[in-house]
């Protein structure tokens, strides 16, 4: 729901942010065996720490979401593709992370007035 009211330029509350980092954390599901489950569950953990302003959670989110790209491996010379939160596309683990830095870098760059 906080992506849509993002996506629609609503305002988000951190509370909200907050909130929803809280229950994606409940809800175990960046530790999954599953390595795109738990590589989505990281991208909207990253999202929403971004979001919530928590630059704790951001280094540590981004630091376990490095590790699992470190050890993505080609399967018969496939290497596995990745739902983004961002652009609603499939992508390799290289361009979901590029995708998601590029949000972060967005959402956390001073406002400029005009």
């Known amino acids: 729901m906080l ?3 993002h996506e629609l330029n609503e305002p988000v509350k951190l ?3 907050k909130s929803g980092l809280l229950m994606l954390d409940g809800s175990g599901a960046h530790t999954k065996r599953e390595i795109s489950s738990r590589v989505l569950a990281l991208s909207w953990g990253l999202i929403a720490s971004v979001n919530a302003k928590c630059e704790d959670r951001v280094d540590k989110i981004s630091r376990e979401f490095d590790s699992i790209g470190r050890n993505i491996r080609s399967v018969a010379h496939r290497f596995p593709i990745f739902f983004s939160p961002v652009s609603k596309e499939l992508l390799v683990f290289a361009d979901l992370k590029q995708e998601i830095d590029n949000y972060a ?4 760059e001073p406002k400029r007035e005009s």
């Open 15 to 17: 509370e909200e942010w």
């Open 105 to 108: 870098n967005k959402v956390t």
């Open 3 to 5: 992506q849509c009211k």
